[in-house]
């Protein structure tokens, strides 16, 4: 039984414990957790002001901080979150970890670009830092011109730096990935073998690859015309503010699926280990992974319907939006569907995983709303599209990667957390969750625009259940912080694979020797195949 | 994977590849994959110049009408030129031809150098004639708002791309040290291949940026 | 505190009804699926919970049917909430031959509002019940945006052009008008209110006004102090184009293309007049760029508007 199970003798975490040899580690596993240590602060530090942000919004009047510290508040926010917690947190912790292991090979095809990207990371969170803490910035995360380069006198300069810079680490990062996949699968791991998780991810680095760069270009176009004076979108030299948004959406919407589809990912897995079956129409889930990734170049106009963009244009983007949809839909009914005689488990991932379904598919849903035009022109700009992305981003991705980080917990600490305090923590998530951002649907419908630091008085009643929901959301975050922390030290050894679930990884130790497996292995089945034929304990 | 038990214990193979050949197919794919990014990189610049040329033609016309039309040519050229002297380092890289490589190597990076002087020289000159956009810009009346736009693109295009130059510049410095140091070998030539194909890429990139920026105003005037 | 706090906002234009119309449909929609996939989903953690440890799930590799199913029947439901989300939008975006026109300035943090007979309010809107107003709008910064939830309108309002929005208001009252885009410090400080009037009471408003006389006077006083006159003559003599009857005439211009006299075209043509210069002239106008105010350009252009139906205007 697991009190009988011991450590493996050597694995990751003991080969070396001087800070050299976590700094200077090549081991994609290693560095999975120095990301994992990165990626938790920036969340942190964003999560934190969103309880401001939500006790300001407490009252309708501006009382607890000026309009200038509350726009600094959601910007910062808004960057905190996108480019230093939701762009990496999936692909640079979990994917670094696992998409070696998942395909049998020793460590990712670039090992020192591997840790460079974590440096260059660092080195964009720390600009971005900089510039909060001489000032902060108050663009909105979106940077929108001429605002931002001729209006604002704030910090952009720095934040756009450290944005730009951050880039690099995800462009590198999805490279890494995409060779990693193409030329390192062990013997026999064919493309229709690799778990599902491993499709999201090659689709994910796809769009790293092509969209940063352009986001790149721009933010240094906009820094230029701050420092230099050139001109680009500004209208006093015939430039167009309009042509920013353009270049900035054709990077930022795919982004918001670089955020999602490694989600996506992860609750494959989720649902195939604890239902202990194969994912219903396996290629499908792996094709609509690409077709998100691929759609998603085609809609970036959907940002715009307001914005002066011409009625052919929007129909067009309008139309494209509504395509994307589908693939999203099909994997929500995939998923659904391999529950069907499943032999499901309660365990937390599957809770995650549930949460996730039902979370994610409202967010979807109301995304239709935002690609009807008609409805979209009402909508957009108010608590509708904040309570929309929310539901994606935080409903969606944050409830993958907790999921994610559940399930392999074991493998990458080689010992379990407590499972009641865990549930406990996923309800209280849940619950906290819908609290703070349901009632947001209905104010924003009701015309509440977004980035208000003041509101009338009759949206006030809502405001307040949804701050009351940040409160108890907040407090769900900090509880896995806790027992994940303890469990490092108390935690029952869990042996290699506790949860009785199929893939590469659940095949060798927890945590698992340094080059991953004590020999490379051979695949010679489809993924999640039920039984598992390898030894090892059964929780 | 080859069995080649040679290969197995070559020096330059890292711990985590089978052999020789997936470390440089890995190297080979990982380098066209950083060109596919720089595409999309310059992709960006190029959407704006050409919504912009589209909406103020006559205005790009005047603008480009005052750029150093032979610096730009010669430009070309020396560029065109350190792109043979590049193939041609790759191909004795390839054959073993240690000193042959050493000297394509430094005849390339001098045909860089030459560009980037060339290239600081035209910079000189529109400096001297007012032509960097912002407060101290000066042109045509007629066309002045407009040309700022094209000049902030030349000088954002032209600069990254030198920037390119440059990192370019420092690659082949670091291939002429591994050369002579002995880690580039006929059976691990691998890094000048990857560094040639970025070198080139570099090169198109010009050919592309000297038509939109230098001879659009030709047949104009 | 907690009485009075609406769910849903009030109609209070044409717009309102048919935006919520689809509103709901795309509601019914939602909650229909969202009922499926979460019953189905505890309905299946619930009968198909794990009985014990190594029990395993029964393998199903998937239907092709089924998966068809699933991908055809979204892709029909949203197509036909493309087609109608389209046509609302297409009729948002197209206003009625007939309007009432209003001039829109938004700087930090405030709208100003010029209505052609000359009252010029600030953050506040007076317009009538039953007639369509159609709002031509430009900024004198950064990028704002006009939002009147209960019309259920909204647009952008860029720097350097002129965007337009249209509504007709149904019911008499008082109408949050606030600022959708973000603009800067005060940007949830830039709100007002379009006050909707019976059609007698809005006149009674309009004609207690400053008494300034009408925008396009204002328009043509500017036109003399700026000396436009001694060239744009209405008798053909001038060094610069007639402009009697010139608004929204197709002009051929000196490139050889040709184009539509409207607002963008007269706004470029002051601020920035050798850009498209019309054929048979010199480019020898000089730029008025920094020198007239977003206002005093509205008032210039509805001067050369108010040239078609007076032709005799100058002569006054």
């Known amino acids: 039984m697991a009190s009988s199970l011991l450590l493996p003798p050597r694995h990751y975490l003991n080969d070396g414990y001087g800070i050299k040899s976590w700094l200077l580690t090549r081991d994609h596993k290693r560095i999975a957790l120095l990301y994992l240590a990165a990626v938790t ?103 929108y011109t001429p605002f931002s380069t001729v209006s604002s006198t704030t910090n952009v300069i720095p934040t756009a730096l450290g944005i730009f810079i951050t880039g690099f680490s995800s462009i590198l990062t999805g490279l890494n990935f995409i060779v990693t996949i193409h030329r390192m699968r062990a013997p026999g791991m064919t493309w229709f073998r690799m778990p599902l998780f491993l499709w999201s991810t090659y689709a994910t680095s796809l769009i790293n690859v092509l969209g940063t760069p352009v986001i790149a270009i721009t933010v240094l176009l906009v820094a230029a015309e701050r420092v230099f004076h050139f001109g680009f979108f ?37 649902v195939a280990a604890f239902c202990r079956k194969q994912v219903y ?17 085609l809609v970036w106009g959907h940002h715009m319907f307001v914005a002066g963009e011409s009625v052919y244009a929007a129909m067009v983007f309008s139309i494209l939006s509504f395509l994307v949809a589908v693939p999203s839909a099909v994997k929500v009914f995939n998923w659904t569907a391999t529950m069907y005689k499943g032999a499901i488990s309660w365990q937390t991932p599957m809770l995650y995983a549930i949460g996730f379904i039902g979370l994610f598919t409202i967010g979807g849903l109301t995304g239709l709303f935002l690609a009807a035009i008609g409805v979209d022109v009402h909508v957009t700009d108010t608590y509708f599209i904040v309570a929309h992305f929310h ?70 009643l809502l405001n307040v259940l949804s701050s009351a929901g940040a409160s108890i959301l907040g407090v769900g975050y900090l509880i896995p912080m806790v027992y994940l922390m303890w469990s490092l030290r108390y935690g029952r050894v869990a042996g290699s694979n506790p949860f009785g679930a199929s893939g590469l990884e659940w095949t060798t130790t927890s945590p698992p020797p340094t080059e991953n497996f004590s020999e490379i292995p051979t695949v010679t089945e489809d993924a999640y195949t039920y039984p598992v034929r390898v030894e090892g304990h059964v929780a | ?73 010669t430009n070309t050229v020396v560029l065109i030129t350190s792109s043979l002297t590049m193939a041609l380092a790759v191909r004795a890289a390839q054959v073993g031809e240690r000193r042959v490589v050493m000297w394509f190597l430094a005849a390339t990076m001098l045909l860089g150098l030459a560009f980037l002087g060339i290239k600081a020289f035209e910079y000189y000159t529109e400096f001297a004639e007012h032509h960097v956009p912002g407060p101290g810009f ?76 230098y001879l659009i105003g030709r047949h104009a005037h | 505190m907690w009485s009075g706090t609406p769910l849903f906002p009030q109609q209070a234009s044409t717009m309102a009804a048919r935006v919520d119309n689809l509103y709901f449909f795309l509601l019914a929609v939602s909650v229909f699926f969202s009922l499926l996939i979460a019953g189905l989903i505890v309905f299946y953690a619930v009968r198909y919970r794990r009985r014990s440890p190594h029990a395993i799930g029964t393998n199903i590799h998937g239907g092709l049917w089924l998966e068809v199913t699933w991908s055809i029947i979204p892709l029909l439901i949203s197509m036909v909430i493309f087609v109608w989300g389209a046509s609302v939008f297409f009729a948002m975006s197209s206003p009625p031959e007939e309007t009432l026109n209003i001039y829109v300035v938004g700087k930090q943090w405030m709208w100003k509002f010029q209505h052609l007979d000359g009252q ?46 249209w509504f007709q208001a149904t019911t008499p009252g008082r109408y949050h008008l606030f600022c959708a885009e973000y603009c800067g410090t005060r940007h949830s400080g830039m709100t007002g209110e379009v006050v909707v009037m019976e059609p007698t009471e809005y006149q009674a408003w309009l004609s207690g006004g400053s008494g300034e006389g009408s925008l396009a006077s204002a328009g ?30 197709t002009q051929v211009l000196l490139s050889g293309e040709s184009v539509v006299v409207d607002e963008a075209y007269v706004r470029e043509s002051i601020l920035n007049p050798g850009a498209r210069i019309t054929a048979g002239f010199q480019p020898i106008m000089p730029a008025f760029q920094g020198l007239v105010s977003e206002e005093q350009l509205l008032q210039l252009i509805e001067y050369v508007k108010s040239l078609q139906t007076q032709p005799q205007g100058l002569s006054k």
Request: with cysteine; glycine share 8%; net charge negative.
């Open chain 1, 281 to 297: 129409g396996y290629s499908f889930v792996a094709f609509a992974s690409i077709a998100i990734a691929v759609l998603g170049f």
């Open chain 3, 120 to 165: 010029r309010e600030i953050n506040e809107l007076h317009v009538p019940v039953g007639r369509s107003v159609k709002l031509i709008m430009t900024s004198e910064d950064v990028i704002h945006d006009v939002f009147v939830p209960a019309f259920r309108v909204k647009a952008d309002v860029l720097p350097g052009r002129y965007t337009h929005l």
């Open chain 1, 391 to 460: 539901y994606i981003m935080v409903g969606g991705t944050i409830m993958g990667y907790l999921g994610g980080l559940h399930y392999w917990w074991p493998k990458i600490s080689g010992r379990l957390y407590n499972e009641w305090l865990a549930k406990i923590a996923a309800a209280i998530i849940f619950v906290g969750f819908n609290l703070t951002f349901f009632p947001q649907f209905i104010v924003g419908y009701l015309g509440m625009p977004r980035r208000y630091h003041a509101y009338p008085p009759e949206f006030q």
């Open chain 1, 41 to 143: 602060f920036f969340f942190f530090v964003g999560g934190a002001m969103a309880v401001v942000i939500r006790l300001e919004l407490a009252t309708p009047v501006g009382d607890l901080v000026s309009d200038e510290t509350y726009n600094k508040l959601f910007t910062m926010h808004g960057v905190m979150m996108v480019f230093f917690f939701l762009i990496p947190a999936i692909p640079s912790v979990l994917g670094n970890f696992l998409v070696p292991i998942m395909i049998g090979a020793k460590d990712l095809a670039f090992p020192k670009l591997n840790l460079a990207s974590w440096y260059i990371y660092i080195v964009g969170g720390l600009f971005t830092l900089y510039a909060l803490v001489t000032g902060g910035v108050d663009t909105g995360w979106t940077f």
């Open chain 2, 1 to 73: 994977m080859s069995p080649d038990p040679a290969a197995h214990h070559h020096p330059a193979l890292a711990h985590h590849f089978a052999d020789l050949e997936q470390q440089k197919e890995a190297a080979a794919l990982g380098m066209w994959l950083f060109l596919v990014t720089e595409v999309l990189f310059f992709g960006g610049l190029f959407t704006v110049y050409s919504v912009y040329r589209s909406w103020y033609p006559e205005a790009f016309a005047a603008a480009s009408h005052e750029m150093v039309v032979w610096a730009g040519t």
């Open chain 2, 138 to 213: 000066a042109f045509e009346p007629a066309y002045a708002r407009h040309a700022q736009i094209f000049f902030s693109l030349y000088f954002v295009m032209t600069g990254l791309h030198a920037l390119h130059m440059l990192i370019g510049l420092g690659l082949m410095a670091v291939m002429f040290h591994w050369v002579w140091r002995g880690t580039i070998t006929r059976e691990y030539s691998s890094p000048i291949e990857i560094s040639g194909l970025y070198w080139h890429f570099v090169d198109i990139v010009w050919i592309f940026l000297f038509p939109l920026l």
């Open chain 3, 220 to 249: 043509e006083k500017l036109f003399q102090d700026l000396a436009c006159n001694t060239c744009h003559r209405p008798d053909a003599q001038g060094r610069g184009p007639v402009l009697q009857g010139l608004f929204g005439k």
């Open chain 1, 234 to 270: 500004d209208p006093k030299v015939g430039g167009d503010p309009v042509l920013f948004q353009h270049l900035f959406w054709f990077y930022s919407h795919p982004a918001v699926y670089i955020m999602v589809l490694p989600a996506m990912g992860v609750i494959s897995e989720l």
